[in-house]
DNA sequence: CCAGAATGCGAGCGACCACTCGCGTTTGTC
DNA sequence: GACAAACGCGAGTGGTCGCTCGCATTCTGG
């Protein structure tokens, strides 16, 4: 891996928020937002690691050279969308995975709703699973995909603690983290079928997290 | 890839099986286990692509030339570790997977017992692991890896049967492929802990496995 | 003990890939 | 309309990696 250049942290002077304040013309912003996509596209069918540059390039129509002229190297190509994708997901789940009292929405609700919106999401870009969840990724992403883990998993700490107000921390840890590896396998189940079969696959997510969370709202310990 | 040598086929004149009847000798059989085991380790820190030969080389302590007197190339090392790994994991697995009776042994049995079986050979060979979820992976191993795949969500389609006799197939299917994708889940989970924790996530997917099939088991369909 | 095969070496080859550079084109600004 | 900056190109560069080749060393059968 050619590291070359090594950024040599040019923030000499001025107070300027960035180090290169490259004024971006509206037909680079549209190159932005298209090679992004182009890259979602390869990440998606191909992996991170495997993508080439040269074939994101190829994909968005233009010339390597162009496209190092929006991003410096190729992980930051991966920053960046999964950075956009990462925000456009927490406008769906800012709603649904805060507000909820045990009271008011059964678990089965919740349980319902937030499956649901996830599945749409993933569903709609393909990528964002690749980013995320692939094992054959660089330093940076890793950390944001770490990141969006542990935030997921407080999340669904926080989701569950209301339905089982006397359980020990690191229990609730735990059922978290089992709750958020169980929607990774269903999801690939999910992404892997069309149709029908999909939805089935849905409501068999549901049913698996169902069952294993309904003894914990009841307060049933076997 | 660099595919040059194409093999051409030097099957000259005897009717012997093999294209090269070459004759091992003890030594080389040892280098064999050896770069074998060196791969293990890589594979299992590095992943698959990650992986230079040149390091399996180097990790086993030879030139990467002997490496190819006993490999044709990368994937073959990849190949035959995996194939080593399956043959000894069947010796595992036949005993448990195959003999159940509903009558005899009940469903929390049939689910600890498996599931200790497959969590104590995964933790002994972590690359195991890798090469069989690693999505880097090239053709001939992605085979091998669907391979198991399918006949482990068969095996656990047999399992689950005389549980639920009047369950259509595609039903008994599907929950077979969450079984084992909840495996999977739970797997990462157990072998990025140690220790008490470890067992307390194995505890979690048992309980998982539990709760989901458990209703199966007693004809209850919510 | 001695041919010949198996084993061992490591510099090096070719292919690929992330990334660069010089130069031409378009766009915004005064 | 003129100047600068942003945009666009694509051949080229350095580096890594899978793999090879010629040659030295060790083993094995007769």
Redesign the interface.
């Known amino acids: 891996m050619p590291e070359k250049t090594e950024k040599p942290a040019t923030e000499t002077t001025t107070a300027a928020a960035e180090d290169r304040p490259r004024r971006r013309q509206a037909r680079g912003e549209r190159r932005i937002t298209q090679l992004l996509e182009a890259a979602a596209t390869v990440f998606a069918t191909t992996?991170y690691?495997?993508a080439s540059t040269n074939a994101i390039a190829r994909e968005a129509g233009v010339s390597p050279g162009t496209l190092y002229q929006f991003f410096p190297n190729k992980e930051a190509i991966a920053i960046e969308l999964g950075g956009r994708l990462m925000h456009e997901m927490r406008q769906s789940y800012d709603e649904v995975l805060s507000p909820i009292d045990p009271a008011v929405t059964p678990i089965e609700e919740a349980i319902t709703g937030t499956v649901d919106r996830f599945i749409e999401f993933n569903c709609l870009h393909p990528a964002f699973f690749v980013l995320m969840h692939?094992?054959?990724i660089p330093g940076r992403i890793a950390e944001e995909h770490d990141a969006l883990h542990t935030t997921l998993v407080t999340r669904v700490e926080t989701l569950l603690a209301p339905f089982v107000p006397d359980a020990p921390a690191?229990?609730v840890t735990?059922?978290a983290?089992?709750c958020v590896?169980?929607y990774?396998?269903?999801l690939?189940?999910i992404l892997a079928h069309e149709g029908a079969e999909r939805e089935?696959?849905i409501q068999?997510?549901k049913?698996?997290l169902?069952?294993?969370l309904?003894?914990l709202a009841e307060g049933v310990v076997?």
Do not use: H, S
Request: aromatic letters at 10%.
């Open positions: 992996g690691t495997a692939g094992p054959d690191p229990a735990r059922t983290q089992m590896g169980i990774k396998a269903g690939e189940l089935a696959y068999e997510l049913d698996v169902l069952r294993y309904r003894p076997y």
